[in-house]
């Protein structure tokens, strides 16, 4: 068992690149930050009202 056949890490091999696994979770980052920014628009242009109350302002359990 001398660990010829196993691939090296990517900082002992020199390369400073990420990996190509490294592009799913990217995708997944930037894609639920773009479904929140979309989400938070049409919550401003639909119901400006939700965003302009506090937390204390309405109670949950009488409507």
């Keep these: 068992m ?3 056949g196993l691939p090296q890490p990517c900082h002992l091999r ?3 690149r990420s990996p190509e696994e490294a592009l799913v979770p990217a995708l ?3 894609g639920l930050l773009l479904a929140g920014g979309v989400f938070f628009l049409a919550l401003l242009r639909s ?3 939700a965003l302009e109350t506090e937390p204390g ?3 949950v359990f009488t409507h």
């Design 47 to 49: 119901n400006r009202a």
């Design 28 to 30: 997944i980052v930037v």
């Design 57 to 59: 302002d309405v109670d």
């Design 14 to 16: 020199g390369n400073r």
């Design 2 to 4: 001398s660990g010829e």
